[in-house]
Nanobody, 118 residues
């Protein structure tokens, strides 16, 4: 059974960098899937941020591409999100999610609340 678990600080100050890690168990991040970050701001719908593929390639939403970076540590079976220059509009529950083809988001972490505030 694949499990994903997000970790990282719950409070980030404006203009700083948000860093989150997703630890995957029950399957390797180097085999056949896309590993995504998705967020949900309060009172709004889900927003896709980007992914890192099993081969290590990345792709981002155009709306956030200039500030986001997804990387991975295959030795720890983890992938990370860094979001620079955060504002209160980046306050959201952040999820790490596995996507299998075709576009099936089949395994989700429980989500972690990140608040941007001074």
């Amino acid at each position: 059974q694949v499990q994903l678990q997000e970790s990282g600080p719950g409070l980030v100050k404006p203009s700083q960098t948000l860093s989150l890690t997703c630890t995957v168990s029950g399957g390797s991040i180097t085999t056949n899937y896309y590993w995504n970050w998705i967020r949900q701001p309060p009172g709004k719908g889900l927003e896709w941020i980007g992914y890192i593929s099993s081969s290590g390639s990345t792709y981002y939403s155009p709306s956030i591409k200039s500030r986001a970076a997804i990387s991975r540590d295959t030795s720890k079976n983890q992938f990370t999100l860094q979001l620079t220059s955060v504002t209160p509009e980046d306050t959201a529950v952040y999820y790490c999610v596995r996507r299998s083809d075709p576009f099936k988001y089949d395994y989700w972490g429980q989500g972690t609340q990140v608040t941007v505030s001074s």
